[in-house]
């Protein structure tokens, strides 16, 4: 436990009307998240503004806990008990998102999809079915490569390209259809698409005959992105018109919904 005197200091309220100490250890934890999920003290020390010794309290409290580790290069890590935290926060994420979804169902007729990108992975959180007769299934919990899927060029565009190529070299890019991306350039092109256009498209790229329009989710307090798919026949190049908007209106509302203390 930290000496009485700190206490006395980290745990006053602070402007925002919160516990210091916990809006502190938190903020560290973001940084870190920030920096690749590994930092030294001097690194968070300059990022935070904080004194080291203040740092060195706070850093230890999270190592005894478990969302910290020390490594033995003395750098800090982010712990294993942050694992079983995120898990059980994707979860109500999908849970927050499905009226959301089943707006994007109402308005648009075609099964709605929420999706975060975990890790190198794309995996679905959140689905509501279409109504029609034939209609797209991703199983919640399904797990993609982003190289081939809408969502997973949304939740990409804003990474740097170099990024991106070392995420497709430990990946690959196998071909899901004759129509997959399945070069580092051909992909980044088409995140310089997403990123002029204000959505993606996965125009047979995962499933022959199956179509898919994504936005991101703005301001997201992880990187999430919403989607609608269905036949080809039905998503088409005129229907994408008037479908985007609609996803970007709910992706909007979706946000601020996030942003608030009590989701809908």
Not at 221 to 229: K, L, V, W
Not at 231 to 242: C, I, L, N, Y
């Amino acid at each position: 436990m930290p000496p009485s005197s700190a206490s006395s200091t980290d745990s006053t309220k602070s402007a925002t009307g919160g516990v210091q100490s916990l809006e502190r250890a938190f903020d560290l934890l973001e940084r870190m998240a920030d920096a690749g999920g590994e930092v030294g003290l001097s690194e968070l020390s300059a990022s935070s503004g904080l004194p080291l010794p203040t740092i060195h309290r706070l850093m230890r409290t999270l190592v005894v806990c478990g969302y910290v580790r020390q490594q033995a290069n003395r750098r800090y890590a982010l712990g294993p008990r942050l694992i079983r935290l995120g898990e059980s926060a994707s979860r109500l994420l999908g849970t927050w998102a499905r009226p959301y979804l089943a707006r994007l169902v109402e308005e648009t007729g075609e099964t709605a999809n929420m999706a975060l990108l975990d890790g190198d992975e794309i995996v679905y959180v959140a689905q509501v079915p279409s109504k029609h007769s034939m209609r797209m299934f991703t199983e919640v919990g399904r797990r993609v490569l982003p190289h081939s899927t809408g969502v997973g060029k949304v939740l990409l565009a804003n990474t740097p390209d170099q990024e991106v190529r070392a995420l497709l070299a430990r990946t690959g890019m196998p071909a899901a259809t004759e129509k997959t991306i399945t070069t580092p350039d051909g992909f980044l092109a088409a995140l310089d698409d997403v990123r002029r256009l204000g959505y993606a498209i996965d125009d047979n790229e995962q499933e022959i005959g199956v179509r898919c329009l994504a936005v991101s989710v703005p301001n997201s307090p992880t990187a999430a992105a919403i989607s609608i798919s269905g036949p080809a026949g039905r998503v088409t190049e005129s229907a994408t018109g008037k479908i985007v908007p609609i996803l970007q209106q709910v992706a909007g509302e979706l946000s601020e919904a996030l942003a608030s203390q009590n989701p809908a």
